[in-house]
């Protein structure tokens, strides 16, 4: 009798996501100290694994080269944590005197991770990594091209945080991976959020799901090298942009936009830099091959070198080619090579002046890259500030390379694998994803505008018992609450059962109860 392929991954998906909320109720009572060994373990033995999950990757999918993805996930691991680990994401995380407001940290839930074909591996352990800073359990639906060495990247991390002290099952991936398991994970009812990066399809489809959800862009990101650049850096850093990992980040540089003055220039530096200029015919060519008529990127050139794709396409190219460039008269349907590409090729502009640059940059991010990346090469500030301001995209990188800079490598952006476009490109947030992201903050918030004067209660004056809290160093305060709420209260959230073991004594709930009476939060 043939196995129902679809029912038998419902039901390990179902399995996955019991044991992946069972393991998140323990895993939120876990201190701070607790958590952060636990996400040290996890990244210390993914940065390990980097190398030969890069390989895993590769020969999975075919796509873009075994040491930029060994890149990738030494980024998504060490670069990830050392951005995360002094971030404070259990009890009280802050504190206003002025407004008296205390802000507290609840994690979120269990996390659905989608993860791409194209950055399989450091895409899911950067999910992980910044999920179980907020005390969250994960469950990975790998793409099917790619299941195998985003299973292996997830058991690595599993393994790591359990011999930490992690609950089991806190992390899984699903080894039977279907569509319609996928979609089935997406509305499960103990999925809290959704984590969705891939294809617009996907994207559109977690959103959809009836679930909170951030959702990621495509790219089309435009680069402007503009007449006052330093023309060597800026086509180094585009090429080099588009010839990493074989133009897999969806941050890669997908167009050149050059000012006219400086076009020969440019032309000259990406010829010394082994880039080759396809003529009329070749260009059609490449088109057809690339794109589909309904635009739709054929995924046998995605992550492949340029030779490789000029051979597919029937054009002659040198054997040590690095980017197949095609110039563009206008973006659009017609013009197929406009789009977003996901490999060593690059539509080139060129334009006289910096506003005819802006018009085409703003053309290159709507069709495809509305709210993502802009990359601007210039020393010209006024200049600079005027794309800033102007550009409908959520990240404006100058004077770098487009490819690492959106991610957080080159520029000082919080590092990461998911970025949002923003309301623009359909998604809640336009920020890099990271793991403040991944909590829920909860305040606490004392009266500032009484509408009814302070009266006595029995013998103990208001005023006085609140006293304390205004005259005691606010980070000495906090970390008292903190102490009492480790070892007294356990997790005071609703509907979450405290451990038996953390129930206050009779006199201590009194004490507690009058605390909360007077407003001070704090048993003297």
Not at 439 to 464: C, D, M, W
């Amino acid at each position: 009798m043939a196995i129902d392929k679809d029912l038998l991954a419902i039901q390990e998906m179902r399995d996955l996501v019991a044991r992946a909320k069972a393991a998140q109720l323990e895993f939120w009572h876990f201190s701070q100290d607790k958590v952060d060994r636990v996400v040290k373990a996890m990244a210390d033995a993914g940065y390990a694994a980097s190398e030969r999950l890069g390989r895993m990757a590769h020969e999975d999918t075919g796509f873009g080269k075994p040491e930029d993805k060994k890149l990738k996930n030494e980024f998504a691991t060490k670069w990830t944590y050392d951005s995360i680990k002094d971030l404070k994401t259990v009890g009280v995380v802050g504190f206003d005197t002025k407004k008296k407001i205390m802000e507290i940290a609840e994690p979120m839930g269990v996390v659905c991770a989608l993860v791409p074909s194209t950055n399989p591996t450091s895409t899911v352990m950067f999910k992980i990594l910044i999920s179980v800073k907020g005390r969250n359990a994960v469950v990975a639906s790998p793409h099917p091209r790619a299941a195998n060495s985003t299973a292996e990247a997830t058991r690595v991390l599993a393994d790591a945080a359990e011999k930490a002290g992690a609950p089991q099952g806190l992390i899984s991936c699903m080894s039977n991976v279907t569509i319609q398991a996928t979609q089935e994970l997406m509305k499960h009812r103990e999925i809290d959020i959704i984590l969705a990066t891939g294809s617009t399809a996907m994207v559109r489809t977690a959103y959809s799901a009836g679930k909170p959800a951030y959702g990621v862009g495509s790219g089309n990101v435009p680069a402007f090298v503009e007449r006052t650049a330093n023309v060597p850096k800026a086509v180094a850093d585009v090429l080099s942009g588009k010839l990493f990992d074989y133009g897999t980040l969806c941050s890669s540089e997908s167009a050149l936009v050059c000012d006219a003055p400086i076009r020969g220039k440019v032309v000259e530096e990406c010829e010394k830099l082994k880039a080759y200029f396809c003529n009329v015919e070749e260009k059609e060519k490449l088109s057809r091959l690339m794109f589909s008529t309904r635009g739709e990127i054929n995924p046998d050139v995605v992550g492949k070198p340029a030779p490789y794709i000029a051979s597919k396409a029937g054009i002659d190219v040198a054997a040590d080619t690095t980017v197949l460039i095609a110039e563009l008269p206008a973006v659009g349907r017609e013009h197929p090579l406009s789009r977003e590409k996901l490999s060593p090729a690059l539509s080139f502009y060129t334009e006289d002046g910096w506003r005819d640059a802006c018009h085409r940059c703003i053309e290159l991010l709507n069709f495809g890259g509305i709210g993502h990346t802009l990359v601007i090469h210039s020393s010209d500030e006024d200049i600079i500030m005027k794309f800033a301001l102007e550009k409908p995209a959520y990240r404006i990188l100058v004077n770098t390379q487009a490819a690492l800079g959106a991610v957080g490598y080159t520029t000082g952006l919080d590092p990461s694998m998911t970025l949002g476009p923003g309301t623009m490109g359909g998604s809640i947030i336009s920020d890099n994803i990271t793991a403040r992201h991944m909590i829920h903050i909860k305040r606490l918030a004392y009266e500032t505008n009484p509408l009814n004067p302070p009266q006595k209660f029995g013998e103990v004056s208001p005023k006085k018992v609140a006293q304390p809290l205004m005259s005691k160093s606010v980070r000495s305060w906090i970390d008292e609450i903190d102490e009492r709420i480790r070892l007294k209260a356990g997790n005071p959230a609703v509907g979450r059962p405290m451990p038996s073991k953390a129930q206050p004594s009779p006199a201590e709930a009194s004490s507690v109860k009058k605390s909360v009476i007077y407003g001070t939060g704090l048993t003297e």
